[in-house]
């Protein structure tokens, strides 16, 4: 089994879930004792975050790169980047570190692809959604139109996930809020949703909404295990 090397911490709270679903998934494909080789990085997201607020990308890369560099160090074979909005910086780390970056957009359009999707929506932070990386790459690769919701609804989703689920705070209201603007969007032609935040997939599941629920941070833990295990 290759070394995993894990940015992490961005927020702990998925962290946590990519820990869990990496070993889990090394449990289901060798068995017995085996768990996940890897290493994991966690950020203090504090200093993340409000760099990230003040569009300091070219610091947040500097960052990024130093620790994915740190990682290679200490032995790792490829880099998982545990949270979707810092692929923003996924290249720089590739030609930094000559190591293989696990782009979560990646196999994400792969498993959109398996179920013969051309038309999904995106949630995530603001950053995320309102960026390139996941449209581009989801167009080039795997001919999928990526939707993303209103101005309204862009900042309603983004000030959920910074003010709550980073926190690990799952309300009534905010699923409710999120299932809302599923529904609007299913309604213009989504015909399914990437929970593209790693944290959204803490307060919104399949039996919430009635279209396929793509989880990136489920999706991500395990390729990284499959990645990790290819000969």
Known sequence: MKKIGMLGGMSWESSLEYYRMMNEEVKTILGGTHSANCLLYSFDFQQ?????????????????????MNLKKAGANLIVICTNT?????????????LPVLHIADVTGHAI?????KKVALLGTRFTM???????LLKERYEIELMIPNEEDRQ?????IYDEL??????????????RII??????????????CT?????????????????????????????????
Request: glycine fraction near 4%; include cysteine; proline fraction near 3%.
């Open 130 to 136: 309102e960026s390139s990386f996941y449209r581009d």
């Open 86 to 98: 810092m692929h923003l910086v996924a290249p720089s780390i590739e030609a930094a570190t000559s």
């Open 113 to 117: 692809k398996q179920e013969n999707l």
């Open 48 to 68: 993340i975050e409000r760099l990230q607020h003040e569009g300091k990308w070219d610091e947040l890369t500097r960052i990024m790169v130093e620790e994915a």
């Open 183 to 196: 529904e609007s969007l299913q309604a213009d032609g989504a015909e399914g949703v990437i929970l593209g």
């Open 199 to 231: 944290e959204i997939p803490l307060l919104i599941q399949q039996q919430h909404v009635s279209i396929p629920l793509f989880d990136t941070t489920y999706l991500h833990a395990t390729a990284a295990v499959r990645k990790a295990l290819e000969q």
């Open 156 to 160: 309603c989703i983004h000030d959920i």
């Open 166 to 179: 980073i926190f690990g705070i799952l309300t009534e209201a905010s699923r409710l809020a999120y299932t």
